[in-house]
């Protein structure tokens, strides 16, 4: 893979002539988003593996109708979020499930091995009744990383929601923490 | 919106292992070389004009509902014959002096003014 500093631009001229270094090229560049968001859809990283190679293979097929003088980003995570949805409503049994395990500690008390997994089992819980869009939100920007901008981006909306979205999920994560230390004290 | 069975959703789920993204990146490009090879067979200069294909397209349709409006062009008009412009403007004086041979009714007339060749 080409790693040099190339436009997108550029790119996306050379990979509608076929040229497969510079298709390469625009794949690693986007690989890492692109999972991120087709996770948001799939069960499994092999599921949303597959996501992420169905959406560049059809921005591959769409390139020669492709206007290179719009970014190429917004369109791409566009086909990537219908590749998703398209794919979450064929597979309706794809649901969430989270079965929290124990938290890896070097602790060997099992005091504390228990408060940890009852912590992480109420942060859980916590994230299980968010809006779907205040997790991704969350998950995307405070979990994997992403800034609030890249995310908009990713998600096709503004900043700003982005960061609303955020924001309640946290105030909720927070409120679901006290109530669990509420409990402990109690 | 889910989850791995066993994972919390707080670990991050992004790999950060770089050979994990070189395979995945080289599984998909490899995975392309189809349509890569497609896009190599067509010529490159279809591509700009694949992008102007709809503005093409209109035009042409505009320009044959132009042609039907409009219609056919007007015949050109029939070249003018010398006795058309020296001529008497009275039809029936046209139909005399335009006729290649003398009429009967022209002879008379000479004859009765006293005329003589």
Redesign the interface.
């Known amino acids: 893979?080409r790693q040099d500093n190339a436009p997108d631009r550029e790119l996306v001229v050379e990979?509608?002539?076929?040229?497969?270094e510079a298709?390469?090229t625009l794949?690693?560049r986007y690989?890492?988003p692109a999972?991120?968001v087709a996770?948001?859809f799939?069960?499994?990283?092999d599921d949303a593996?597959d996501l992420?190679?169905d959406a560049?293979?059809r921005a591959?097929?769409a390139?020669?109708?492709f206007?290179e003088t719009r970014p190429f980003r917004p369109w791409f995570f566009t086909i990537l979020r219908n590749v998703g949805r398209n794919a979450a409503e064929r597979h309706a049994r794809?649901?969430?499930?989270?079965?929290?395990?124990e938290?890896p500690s070097d602790s060997a008390d099992p005091e504390d091995l228990a408060h940890r997994a009852h912590l992480?089992e109420s942060?859980?819980r916590g994230?299980?009744i968010l809006s779907?869009m205040q997790?991704?939100c969350f998950?995307l920007c405070d979990?994997?990383?992403f800034d609030s901008t890249e995310v908009a981006e990713m998600l096709g909306m503004n900043a700003a929601t982005v960061r609303t979205h955020r924001h309640r999920a946290r105030t909720t994560l927070r409120d679901a923490l006290r109530h669990l230390n509420e409990e402990k004290g109690a | 919106?889910?989850?791995?069975?066993?994972?919390?959703?707080?670990?991050?789920?992004?790999p950060d292992d770089p050979s994990y993204?070189?395979h995945?990146?080289?599984?998909?490009?490899d995975?392309?070389?189809p349509?890569?090879?497609?896009?190599?067979?067509?010529q490159?200069w279809?591509?700009p004009l694949?992008?102007w294909s709809p503005a093409i397209g209109v035009a042409a349709a505009a320009a044959v509902v132009g042609a039907v409006i409009v219609g056919p062009p007007a015949a050109p008009p029939a070249p003018i014959t010398f006795e058309q412009v020296l001529g008497p403007d009275d039809p029936v004086d046209q139909a005399v002096v335009e006729r290649a041979d003398i009429s009967s009714i022209s002879t008379i007339l000479l004859v009765q003014s006293g005329g003589q060749e």
Not at chain 1, 15 to 20: I, K, Q, V
Not at chain 1, 42 to 45: E, I, N
Not at chain 2, 1 to 7: P, T
Request: proline share 4%; charged share 25%.
């Open positions: 893979m990979a509608r002539a076929g040229n497969r298709f390469g794949v690693v690989l890492r999972l991120a996770w948001e799939a069960p499994t990283r593996e992420v190679q560049f293979h591959l097929r390139l020669p109708s206007d794809w649901t969430s499930v989270a079965i929290p395990d938290l992480r942060i859980d994230l299980d779907a997790r991704t998950r979990i994997e990383g | 919106m889910s989850n791995e069975l066993g994972r919390s959703q707080l670990e991050p789920r992004l993204w070189q995945l990146a080289a599984r998909i490009v995975s392309a070389e349509v890569l090879r497609e896009h190599r067979n067509v490159a279809w591509y694949a992008k």
